[in-house]
């Protein structure tokens, strides 16, 4: 059996404890993740190749991606203190599924 910490009562209870919900979300996330994932490499391709940007401006515009992303993490815990963790989670999975 998994432990989490000595005395914890297992990580397993742990994650039997938690809302349906949360399960959905999860796998909601996931699917979503895994979609970035897959199209991610084939965007830079395609941008370098067919649209004729040069690699470094590719670079530039992943690494903008990136620290925006860590950013808006940031944010998003600030908001999410203010109006809860659920309606961040949906408007961010809403929002990446229409970005890509």
């Given amino acids: 059996m998994l432990t989490a910490l000595p005395g914890s009562g297992g990580l397993l209870s742990e994650f039997r404890v938690l809302d349906r919900r949360v399960f959905i979300l999860a796998a909601a996330r996931m699917v979503v993740t895994l979609g970035f994932a897959a199209v991610l490499p084939y965007l830079g391709v ?55």
Avoid at 58 to 76: E, K, N, P
């Fill in 46 to 100: 395609t941008l370098h190749r067919d649209r004729g940007v040069s690699a470094t401006v590719v670079g530039i515009i992943w690494t903008a991606a990136g620290l925006s992303g860590a950013a808006m993490q940031w944010v998003a815990g600030e908001v999410a203190d203010r109006v809860g963790r659920r309606p961040v989670l949906l408007a961010a999975m809403l929002l990446r599924t229409a970005n890509l």
